[in-house]
DNA sequence: GACTTGACTAGAC
DNA sequence: AGTCTAGCCAAGT
């Protein structure tokens, strides 16, 4: 029967962790796309998964340094989170160019910035 | 187990 | 460049 034992250990940890994992790996000065960071959590389509992951902000995870495929903050300028990230992300040395980030420079891969 | 929701993405208009 | 639609996936109810 294939009827799977479900165990702890077989369970794992749930996408959503592993996320977290992904992104507290995002070195200071540097972004990644929801898409990035999914794919490099082994599910390359959940973006939303990711953005979801990140509703529930973690402590101690650097989830400022997450922007979507645009290079802008997926909040809104107006709140308090979206200050914050984008004062965080200029703390770290991120350059915001045109109130957007060029991912082609602080996109993971990116040598420049070091 | 089906329905709803969401910090996404890419393509079309 | 801005707006709309469709596809996507996982978690919560």
Redesign the pocket.
Known sequence: MRQRVISVADEGP????RVYTVVHGIPAGRVA????I?EMA????????????????PANLP??R?????GR???PADSS??LA?RRLLEAEGVVFIGGRIDLAIHGLGSSAGD
Not at 42 to 57: D, I, L, N, S
Request: net charge positive; proline share 3%.
């Open positions: 749930s996408f959503t962790e796309t929801y898409g990035q999914a082994g599910r390359p389509r959940a973006a939303r998964q990711v953005g979801y992951a990140m509703h529930r902000c989830w400022h997450v922007v979507n495929a645009q903050l997926s909040l989170s979206g990230q």
